[in-house]
C-alpha cells in the first residue's frame, strides 16, 4: 500500500511520511494540490494522507475530477486541530480523521486498514450465498 501523503509545506509533508513510514506503510509526499495531482498521476497511491488545514483552507475540485484521486481514500491528519475542533461535513469524501499528537500505532493501523482494505477483503454477508430452495410438504 502506498500512502500518499500531502501538506502545505514541504516539513510537514515530510514529516507526515516518515511518521506513517515507521508504522510500516510505504509512502511519498507532496506539497499541496498541484504536486499532490501530479505525484498521483506517476505513482498512484492507495491512500492519501492529507493536512487537515489544506484540505479546510481551498477548493478540492480538480481532486474529486482526477482520475486517480478522485478513486482512493482520503484520509485527514491534523498536528494542531483536535477532532472536536474539526468539520469535516465541510470537506468532502474524507474517509477519516487522525490527531497525530494523540495517536497510538494500533488505532492508527485499524483506521487506515478500514479506509483502504487489503486487497480481497470482503465482510461476510448471508446474502451472496446460494440459497436452497425451500423442501414442500405438497408431495408435488
Same mark, same amino acid.
Given at each position: 500500500?502506498? +500512502?500518499?501523503? $500531502?501538506?502545505r509545506h514541504p516539513y510537514l509533508a515530510e514529516h507526515i511520511a516518515r511518521y506513517f513510514g515507521?508504522?510500516?506503510? $510505504?509512502? +511519498?509526499? +507532496? /506539497?499541496? /494540490? %498541484? %504536486? +499532490?495531482l501530479r505525484s498521483a498521476s506517476e505513482r498512484p497511491p492507495t491512500l492519501v494522507l492529507c493536512e487537515y488545514d489544506l484540505l479546510a483552507a481551498q477548493s478540492l475540485e480538480r481532486w474529486e475530477r482526477h482520475p486517480t484521486l478522485a478513486a482512493v481514500p482520503l484520509v485527514a491528519v491534523s498536528l494542531t486541530r483536535r477532532p472536536n475542533e474539526v468539520n469535516l461535513l465541510d470537506v468532502g469524501g474524507i474517509a477519516g480523521f487522525l490527531y497525530l499528537p494523540t495517536l497510538r500505532a494500533d488505532d492508527a493501523v485499524r $483506521?487506515?486498514? $478500514?479506509?483502504?482494505?487489503?486487497?480481497?477483503?470482503?465482510?461476510p454477508s448471508s446474502f451472496g450465498a446460494a440459497q436452497k430452495p425451500a423442501a414442500t410438504s405438497r408431495g408435488w
Open positions: 500500500m502506498l +500512502a500518499l501523503c $500531502v501538506a515507521r508504522l510500516g506503510f $510505504v509512502t +511519498a509526499w +507532496a /506539497v499541496g /494540490v %498541484d %504536486d +499532490a $483506521v487506515l486498514g $478500514v479506509a483502504h482494505p487489503p486487497a480481497g477483503y470482503s465482510l
